[in-house]
């Protein structure tokens, strides 16, 4: 049984995979998308969405690290895959998912489950690219408009050379809403060889085993159900293998906010400098009646200071 960490553009960057990681319960992260289009991408693109290319691509618990690439060509993609593994990439895992309208109107990410050949041919370019050491895996959803090419796209992905397959239960066109269909996984895990990551709407324990139940499958990743509830793969271990666990309090979740607060305080201007906190918030608020009540008091402060003494009360109620 492996839990992932998922990627979250503009929300897991290397700070929240340090501080989740160290939290405990998870095999293995995978950083935000970084764009490909036509060039060769410099070092410091790399380094800024994966600062773990500077420690053997794992986080400072040592969990790995993959980076994700998000392209429609598969020229430039392999240029820059072997690129990466040049910089000390471990692994490179593809996005085939991402719904956002500037991405698919160049083409990239999810739009290209509309044509699985192309899908099969970005794969094997970065494949034959890299050595096979170097695992490449591939991120799906199950289709664009609807659901009907996902198997398509599957196989695609496996004949290709992909080592691994992640599958977000929903069409582009679900987009986040609710449910994820977790049974088309069991379709795909009975077809393919390779192993088959679920992923998808899980934000409990619960959820997990009804995925489990549903997808045939123990392996999953993890999104924002990990941002609402930080500890929610050590919940999930714990059960699994019958172990006592304590999950983490509002006051321990509170003083990892302020912990990332202050590790992240000196990378945004001084205007922006509360955002990401409050982004975080806002997950919180599914899991911790506490976290609105934060969110409340925080979410027009935009100076340090402010923000500082509302830390400080927080965290003295917290006790
Ligand atoms: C804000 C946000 C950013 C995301 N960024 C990426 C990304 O960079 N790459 C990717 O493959 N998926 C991305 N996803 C999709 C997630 O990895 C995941 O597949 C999706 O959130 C479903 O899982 P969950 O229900 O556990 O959150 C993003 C999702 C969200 C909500």
């Not at 790399?46 to 020229?75: H, I, M, W």
């Not at 099969?120 to 695992?135: F, G, L, Q, T």
């Not at 069991?186 to 390779?194: F, N, P, Q, S």
């Not at 006051?251 to 912990?259: G, H, N, P, T, W």
Request: charged share 25%; hydrophobic share 40%.
């Amino acid at each position: 049984m492996r839990i992932m960490l998922a990627p979250m553009e503009g929300v897991v960057e290397h700070h929240v995979r340090d501080i989740l990681t160290r939290i405990g319960g998870l095999d293995g992260c995978v950083t935000e998308f970084i764009r490909v289009t036509d060039q060769k991408l410099p070092y410091k693109v790399f380094y800024k969405y994966a600062q773990e290319l500077e420690s053997d691509c794992k986080t400072p618990n040592g969990t790995p690290v993959r980076v994700q690439l998000l392209g429609s060509k598969p020229e430039p993609m392999a240029i820059n895959a072997q690129e990466l593994v040049n910089y000390g990439a471990k692994a490179i895992d593809l996005n085939f998912g991402c719904p956002a309208k500037t991405v698919n109107a160049h083409e990239g990410g999810a739009c290209l489950l509309r044509t699985p050949d192309r899908v099969y041919a970005i794969i094997k370019a970065v494949r034959d690219a890299v050595p096979r050491a170097i695992p490449v895996t591939a991120k799906i959803r199950l289709g664009f408009e609807d659901r009907s090419s996902y198997m398509d796209n599957a196989r695609a992905v496996e004949a290709a050379g992909a080592d691994e397959l992640t599958v977000h239960a929903r069409s582009k066109v679900d987009g986040y809403k609710p449910p994820a269909y977790w049974h088309y996984i069991a379709d795909i895990r009975a077809e393919l060889k390779i192993p088959v990551v679920g992923n998808g709407e899980i934000w409990t324990v619960e959820d997990y085993l009804r995925c489990r139940e549903q997808s045939g499958g123990a392996d999953v990743m993890l999104g924002r159900g990990l941002l609402a509830c930080p500890d929610l793969a050590r919940q999930i271990k714990a059960h699994v293998q019958g172990e006592d666990y304590t999950p983490l309090t509002w006051a321990e979740i509170c003083a990892m906010l302020y912990r990332y607060y202050a590790l992240t305080t000196p990378l945004y201007c001084e205007r922006n400098c509360g955002n990401r906190v409050k982004q975080w918030l806002m997950y919180l608020s599914r899991q911790y009646p506490q976290a609105t009540v934060f969110f409340e008091a925080i979410k027009r402060k935009t100076t340090p200071p402010e923000i500082e003494a509302c830390f400080q009360e927080a965290l003295a109620a917290s006790h």
